[in-house]
């Protein structure tokens, strides 16, 4: 068996996280280096390299990282004022963690291009 991502040990709770929910398809915990005042990743339970990796079976999956993403932003206080549903795929496109994730970003002015 491969060794594990880091996100799956912070799934099970391996490394320390502050966790803000889980259910049986995924988890949300915060940033250790937000970009923003909140910074959340959303990471499906079920171990997705990336979303260009993803198969068609996944396709609930993937509807329920984004709706459990508008929730998390509900939650948190920025659904109203605004934010920014991030996900990277590949080296070139910023991937840092070989385990598919949607960064929530929020709580002040985002601009555009990220830069």
């Given amino acids: 068996m491969p060794d594990k ?23 949300a915990f915060r ?4 970009q923003a005042p909140v910074h959340i990743l959303i990471v499906p339970r079920k171990p ?7 198969e068609a079976g996944d396709a609930a999956l993937l509807g ?12 948190e206080g920025v659904a109203d004022s605004g934010y920014r549903l991030v996900i990277n ?6 991937e840092a963690v070989p385990h598919l994730h949607v960064h929530l970003l ?10």
Wanted: glycine share 12%; net charge negative; charged share 25%.
């Fill in 31 to 34: 940033d250790i280096s937000p």
């Fill in 89 to 94: 795929n590949g080296r070139d496109g910023g």
């Fill in 64 to 75: 329920h990282l984004l709706m459990t993403a508008a929730e998390v932003a509900r939650r």
């Fill in 5 to 27: 991502t880091l996100f799956e040990k912070i799934r099970d709770h391996e490394i320390p996280a502050v966790f803000v929910h889980e259910d049986e398809s995924c988890v």
């Fill in 106 to 115: 929020g709580g002040r002015p985002l601009t555009w291009p990220p830069g």
């Fill in 48 to 54: 997705v390299p990336r979303v260009g990796l993803a």
